[in-house]
């Protein structure tokens, strides 16, 4: 920024101007921050989790008399590894001491999040009380911690091995190169930063999603549809953790996000996919990718910077986020109203027209899908016969290539 302010007067760079530049621009979000909690104070906005409980007005805004939806919010949580930090150990010359802190609460801090370090690590050396079942029969008042069925699929049937972060805990290392390897966030369906904390010195583990959703259970209570990557993988996590019996009574959803779904197998996605899903309407679950389209940005500023000045920039970025996200809710759901109007009035006329020709009803469909999950459920071992067959055939084959 110095050198193109020094560009745009004409005048020599050094490096002196730099450190006048940031020190003046450090002085004058302090002095925004002061204001502003001035201003907070005297709306009575000040309160502990203020801004968490009013996060997005479409989402918490409660009306009198408002009949309950299925899901009290839908929100979206995920990690991104662009806004590392590198350690100071790999910085040229003495690094200076800041020991300020960030100035908002959108943070969990370390101490938050270690909390759950060992959840993974207890839950397998446990046999899990309540298994991740699956919807057989189709009801609708599952949660993502007591679903239908008869036993927990194994690990190729909920994509253990397609995604990098359901993997083994020992295996998500991170180059000693960083302190800090990227944020994980929680964002509304509207777009608005619910929660967010710093993944340190290591990828998506386990405690950082845990962390996020105890957050949300204190803070939003009951119903909450949660869209993630895994969440096929990580309900089983959430199920044997020291919160699965809160998530549980508080009837927490899980649901992957519909272009992520597309890598997770058919079995997996007739469970966990939006489509599948009454309540979720138009809602994608892939928020936390469009954020980071655009926090991506950032990481060319941040990754030698302080601890301080990181946190700040990142905070600088997520309250413009928010205040663009407000401003553009009501054209968002204003759109989206006029969408789910058209889909439903052609959809619903197609829909008219094949049922006629077929001589299908609505009774059918929820059957069809009750079908092929269990067909599929079937299909996680072959039958004993089969492998029979293509031993033989493997057999002769071999005993015709051997003359």
């Known amino acids: ?29 302090d002095i925004l921050d002061g204001v502003d909690r001035h201003v907070q104070s005297a709306l009575h906005r000040d309160t502990p989790n203020w801004r968490m409980l009013n996060a997005c ?19 979206t949580m995920d990690g991104n590894q662009s806004l590392k930090l590198v350690d100071n150990v790999f910085h040229v ?33 446990s046999v899990a009380s309540t298994s991740v079942e ?89 119903d909450i549809g949660l869209g993630y990557d895994i969440a096929c993988e990580f309900a089983k996590t959430l199920s044997r953790s020291s919160l699965g019996s809160h998530a549980k009574e508080r009837q927490m959803f899980g649901i992957v996000p519909a272009f992520h779904g597309h890598s997770h197998n058919r079995l997996c996605q007739v469970y966990w996919y939006p489509m599948y899903w009454d309540g979720v309407g138009k809602e994608d679950f892939e928020r936390c990718e469009r954020l980071y389209s655009e926090s991506n940005a950032l990481a060319c500023g941040t990754r030698l910077a302080t601890v301080f000045h990181r946190h700040q920039a990142i905070e600088q970025f997520f ?18 109203y006029k969408q789910a109007l058209d889909i439903i009035a052609e959809e619903t006329r197609k829909l008219k027209m094949y049922a006629q020709q077929l001589k299908t009803s609505d009774n059918d469909y929820e059957n069809y899908l009750r079908q092929e999950r269990a067909y599929l459920l ?10 029979r067959k293509v031993d033989y055939m493997a057999a002769m084959g071999h005993l015709e290539a051997t003359g």
């Open 1 to 29: 920024m110095a050198r193109t302010l020094c560009f745009l007067h004409r005048v020599p760079y050094r490096s002196g101007l730099a450190d006048q530049f940031s020190i003046a621009y450090d002085v004058y979000l």
């Open 57 to 75: 007005a479409p989402c918490f805004y409660k009306l009198e008399d408002e009949t309950p939806l299925k899901f009290s919010f839908l929100a």
């Open 93 to 125: 010359g003495t690094p200076h001491k800041d020991s300020r802190m960030y100035r908002t609460d959108i943070w969990l801090s370390p101490d938050e999040v270690d909390q759950f370090k060992d959840e993974v690590r207890s839950s397998k050396q």
């Open 134 to 222: 699956h919807m057989v029969n189709g009801d609708d008042d599952d949660s993502m911690l007591n679903l239908e069925g008869d036993e927990e699929p194994d690990e190729s049937t909920i994509c253990f091995k397609c995604w990098c972060n359901a993997g083994p805990e020992a295996r998500k290392k991170m180059f000693a190169l960083f302190a800090v390897t990227g944020i994980f966030t929680c964002i509304c369906r509207h777009g608005q930063l619910l929660v967010l904390c710093d993944m340190i010195r290591s990828s998506e583990l386990m405690k950082y999603p845990l962390a996020i959703v105890n957050k949300l259970l204190h803070m939003y209570g009951h």
């Open 319 to 336: 309250g413009f986020w928010s205040e663009q996200k407000h401003a553009d809710s009501g054209k968002f759901i204003f759109n989206n």
């Open 378 to 387: 079937a299909l996680k071992a072959e039958p004993p016969e089969l492998l």
